[in-house]
């Protein structure tokens, strides 16, 4: 069967330092991975998508970056964190063919 | 663009029926689907509409009509349980891109 890991579950940093968050998947192959941010009582902000290893489409521009280094690993990182990147982010992975998108637990981000 | 509209918030009784509704205007258009949200927790997913007519799984139904771009989530006899975040979702075209609605917030009441 197939599982999402995300890491850490919460994730308090300082302004201007820097941020790596990974997520990996097991039990499938070329999944499309996606990294979501929602504020609190908000939407889910589509952050970045891939669709492959190395294609990372953005969304917003913003102090964020993705990387897809293996076929089952997404990573989001910053070099300098702002206040406003405080919130809660979502790893998720979608396969070809199926409807239904599944979600890692998130990692509640705290930026002081 | 792409866009999805909800309703924000949803008030009803425990038993009850209630409606979420959804709007959407996409390029290109691969279906609709529908998650749930516990506060603090990871969105789920509850239901998915590819073609116009009504869905049902158990006490969740999803409707779905492609001519007026709309489609609605009816949870029936509804449970304090099912006080939660809705969300509406649509791939954008057959890019991979998945976006989702603001999301709906119900509140069950005694």
């Known amino acids: 069967s197939q599982t999402i890991h995300q890491w850490p579950a919460t994730l308090v940093q300082p302004v201007g330092s820097p941020l790596s968050l990974e997520c990996t998947v097991e039990g499938t192959s070329n999944p499309n991975l996606y990294w979501y941010r929602q504020a609190a009582g908000r939407g889910l902000q589509l952050l970045f998508y891939s669709v492959g290893i190395g294609q990372i489409s953005s969304e917003v521009p913003q102090n964020l970056s993705a990387s897809r280094p293996q076929d089952r690993q997404f990573i989001l990182s910053s070099k300098k964190l702002l206040l406003s990147d405080s919130g809660f982010y979502l790893c998720?992975?979608?396969?070809?063919?199926?409807?239904?998108?599944?979600f890692g637990q998130g990692t509640r981000l705290t930026v002081v | 663009g792409q866009s999805l509209e909800q309703p924000s918030e949803v008030t009803a009784v425990e038993g009850a029926i209630v409606q979420i509704n959804c709007t959407y205007q996409t390029s290109g258009f691969y279906g609709l689907s529908w998650y749930q949200q516990h506060d603090g927790g990871a969105p789920t997913f509850l239901s998915y509409n590819a073609l116009d007519g009504l869905e049902e799984t158990g006490r969740f139904s999803s409707f779905l009509s492609r001519s007026d771009s709309y489609g609605y989530l009816l949870l029936q006899e509804l449970q304090m349980k099912d006080s939660a975040s809705y969300f509406c979702?649509?791939?954008?075209?057959?890019?991979?891109?998945?976006?989702f609605g603001q999301g709906t917030t119900l509140q069950v009441k005694p």
């Open positions: 998720a992975w979608r396969g070809g063919g199926i409807t239904e998108a599944f």
């Open positions: 979702a649509v791939p954008s075209g057959n890019t991979g891109k998945l976006i």
